[in-house]
């Protein structure tokens, strides 16, 4: 039996977290070609998302880095506390390393570009349930060991997931306190994360951090 074959024949429950309806259907649509009567939920956020999780049996995780209410890495994060054996491919519009190598270290099993085909989708879908990687090829070098010699990684590979979530809400005009309330954390902690953010991206206000987020697209 092919190895195609044996996907199409294996049922599975998948789950497909973006907010755009347009997207998810799409999503949807590639997995219920390629795989046998599988059951397919969709959330919208990544609070309803751990909701799922936490209620239901799944196996496979779509996952977008940037959502509504929090990072999908603190999603991805969250998602592979409560099931370490769940299975994530991260589907972004985001193809900055940092965010790969971010993913990949909080448990992703692939990681996937919006302008991938519907075909390398399918393929990075059951490499993942295989058990094996996927990633674009065009971030693949990004993966290999960095010698001796080589370029310093740009100050962006510095920040870590709870600094591109602070960077993300500030970009989109949250005041330091509404960005604590959405994170759940004190203001004075956010606090510390913007002035961190200053420090490496080497930069001098808020206003800064979000042309550099806008410029970089590091938000949506």
């Known amino acids: ?81 409560l099931r370490p054996q769940i299975k994530c491919l991260m589907l ?8 790969l190598r971010l993913a990949l270290s909080h448990g992703a099993s692939g990681y996937l570009t919006k302008e991938s085909a519907p075909e390398e989708l399918r393929d990075a879908l059951r490499a993942v349930l295989a058990g094996g990687r996927y990633v674009t090829e065009r971030l693949a070098g990004e993966l290999r060991p960095r010698g001796r010699d080589d370029t310093p990684r740009s100050t962006r590979d510095l920040l870590s997931a709870r600094e591109l979530e602070v960077l993300s809400l500030l970009a989109k005009g949250r005041t330091v306190s509404q960005a604590a309330k959405r994170l759940k954390l004190s203001v004075k902690t956010v606090s510390t994360y913007r002035s961190r953010l200053l420090e490496k991206l080497q930069l001098q206000t808020t206003a800064n951090l979000i042309r550099y987020a806008v410029d970089h697209r590091l938000v949506k």
């Not at 092919?2 to 294996?10: C, G, H, L, N, T």
């Not at 347009?22 to 990544?46: K, M, N, Y």
């Not at 239901?56 to 603190?74: A, F, K, Q, R």
Request: glycine residues 2%.
């Open 1 to 81: 039996m092919s190895f195609a074959s044996s996907y199409r024949k294996a049922a599975m429950f998948a789950l497909i977290v973006d907010d755009h309806p347009l997207l998810r259907q799409a999503i949807r649509q590639v997995i219920e070609d390629h795989f046998s009567s599988p059951v397919v939920r969709e959330a919208s956020t990544g609070e309803e998302a751990v909701l799922i999780v936490h209620a239901e049996p799944v196996e496979l995780v779509v996952l977008d880095v940037i959502l509504p209410d929090y990072s999908g890495l603190t999603v991805l994060k969250r998602i592979k506390q």
């Open 92 to 99: 972004t519009i985001h193809d900055e390393p940092q965010y």
